[in-house]
DNA sequence: GTCTATAGGGAGATAGAC
DNA sequence: GTCTATCTCCCTATAGAC
């Protein structure tokens, strides 16, 4: 892994962590074990290895759905949807340090930085809404879903919950058997609250 | 208002705004109209500022829905967790200064004082959850709600909803008639889900 | 309680040798 | 690319006069 590399994938641990003003230049470079002033050998300053950190992650984690989606196809849209929440919710890189540090940032962009990171998120979001769509229209034909509610007040919920249980879990520690607990609790609600 | 108590309300809304370590010294007293040293005559130390800060969001957002509980307290189970919601989330000062501070905190604490604010968030979560149990418990008994489903996993979505809808609507900017149909869709969706 | 002055430290960033 | 040395700025916090 090159040095370029290596900073982008310590800063985003570091950015996660305490955020983006208390992760100084410093903390970085010692993470990296080079002193701070090579850091701008590689990066013209800290808002543009944030920058790239956001860029990552986002890819990541786009990339990581779209692939749970397309392994899914055979199954029916439930079990789809349910996958995706559940392979997000089980998958510990994803969880610990892509979900982290999207979630920080999504929420409480810092403000120096915000006009830059913005149509990166709105991008991933946009990639994400409009695979998720797809399958619940496809449940709707298929009868699974009722097909008196609006497919967009169906996404809703489920972005809502794909979304905040981010936050929840997080908040509550949620890991193993209580995590897969808590997402079924949430999930069945939803399901009893959408199906046909 | 004492100057103290104009130090916690400028505070407050400076820290939503921009973070903790964000927000110096020097903005709060300028805020207030004093000099920075001035600050240190009313607290010990920036923690000081931000603890009576916690404390006084947390006591306002408590007694705040408490209040709309009793108020609602000759209605049906079904209307009084629906204006609950809707009272918190139409409430202008609720959700700019109070909702933005405790959302931010909550989710993200800043290291230094993560030890001394946590059983400040922790007792309003407990305050808040066993008046709701209660109410659902009631319309379980009351057969509006499933009595076949846990009180407790309907307690865990409607507090997934009240939690995060506030992460939603601040990222979103919902306000108005948005605002209100989001909150109605993502409302119908569970009611359907926990109706008996 | 409020001020001016300042200590002391850490931040981001740059100059220039190697 | 990496380093030492350093600049400049702003931070929290204190000393001490009024």
Redesign the pocket.
């Known amino acids: 892994m090159s040095?370029k590399e290596q900073i982008i994938k310590e800063s985003i641990r570091l950015f996660s962590e305490y955020g983006y003003e208390a992760?100084?230049?410093?903390?970085i470079a010692e993470k990296v074990d080079?002193?701070?002033?090579?850091l701008?050998?590689?990066f013209k300053?800290?808002?543009a290895i944030f920058y790239n950190a956001v860029e990552q992650v986002t890819e990541e984690y786009v990339d990581f759905i779209l692939t749970t989606i397309q392994k899914s196809r055979h199954l029916s849209s439930k079990e789809t949807l349910y996958n995706v929440l559940h392979q997000s919710y089980t998958n510990e890189y994803l969880l610990d340090f892509l979900g982290e540090f999207f979630y920080r940032f999504v929420l409480f962009t810092p403000y120096e930085v915000a006009d830059q990171i913005k149509p990166l998120i709105k991008k991933s979001e946009e990639q994400l809404e409009s695979a998720l769509i797809k399958i619940i229209e496809e449940g709707q034909a298929n009868r699974e879903i009722d097909p008196a509610l609006s497919s967009h007040v169906v996404l809703r919920h489920y972005l809502f919950i794909f979304n905040n249980l981010d936050v929840d879990v997080r908040y509550y520690s949620l890991r193993g058997i209580e995590l897969e607990q808590y997402l079924n609790d949430i999930w069945s609600v939803f399901w009893r609250g959408v199906k046909n």
């Open positions: 040095k992760t100084s230049m410093t903390k080079i002193k701070k002033p090579s701008y050998a590689h300053n800290k808002e």
